[in-house]
């Protein structure tokens, strides 16, 4: 009786683990978009953000940061997305992308001065 019980418990054990392994889910393919910000001479732009935007529902924006390179990278799921990025004394920029499991997107954005924020005193 006990060599029975002994050999149903196994059983079941391994059942319970091949059945939640047959439950995880696969991991959801992602994108990539990447970019780099400069002026309108090529100068990099290190201080400014990015905020991208998806057209899902429940899913919330996600906030950016430029690097020391004017640089931005993100792991996005696939879907279609708005882009904005700025930077004090530059004209926003606005972008549509689509993001694709096999295809990175690549942005060199390039931000004009806003004339209309400098004043002279």
Same mark, same amino acid.
């Given at each position: 009786?006990?060599?029975?019980?002994?050999?149903?418990?196994?059983?079941?054990?391994?059942?319970?683990?091949?059945?939640?392994?047959?439950?995880?889910?696969?991991?959801?393919?992602?994108?990539?978009?990447?970019?780099?910000?400069?002026?309108?001479?090529?100068?990099?732009?290190?201080?400014?953000?990015?905020?991208?935007?998806?057209?899902?529902?429940?899913?919330?924006?996600?906030?950016?940061?430029?690097?020391?390179?004017?640089?931005?990278?993100?792991?996005?799921?696939?879907?279609?997305?708005?882009?904005?990025?700025?930077?004090?004394?530059?004209?926003?920029?606005?972008?549509?992308?689509? /993001?694709?499991?096999?295809?990175?997107?690549?942005?060199? /954005?390039?931000?004009?001065?806003?004339?209309?924020?400098?004043?002279?005193?």
């Amino acid at each position: 009786m006990r060599r029975w019980l002994t050999t149903f418990l196994l059983m079941a054990v391994f059942s319970l683990g091949a059945s939640a392994k047959a439950q995880t889910p696969s991991p959801v393919a992602t994108g990539t978009l990447q970019g780099r910000v400069s002026d309108s001479l090529g100068a990099v732009i290190r201080r400014g953000y990015v905020l991208v935007h998806c057209f899902q529902p429940g899913k919330p924006d996600q906030q950016l940061t430029l690097n020391e390179n004017g640089e931005f990278h993100i792991q996005l799921a696939p879907g279609l997305y708005d882009l904005f990025v700025g930077s004090v004394g530059f004209v926003p920029y606005a972008k549509e992308f689509r /993001i694709q499991a096999d295809k990175p997107v690549v942005l060199k /954005i390039k931000l004009k001065v806003d004339m209309e924020s400098i004043t002279e005193d």
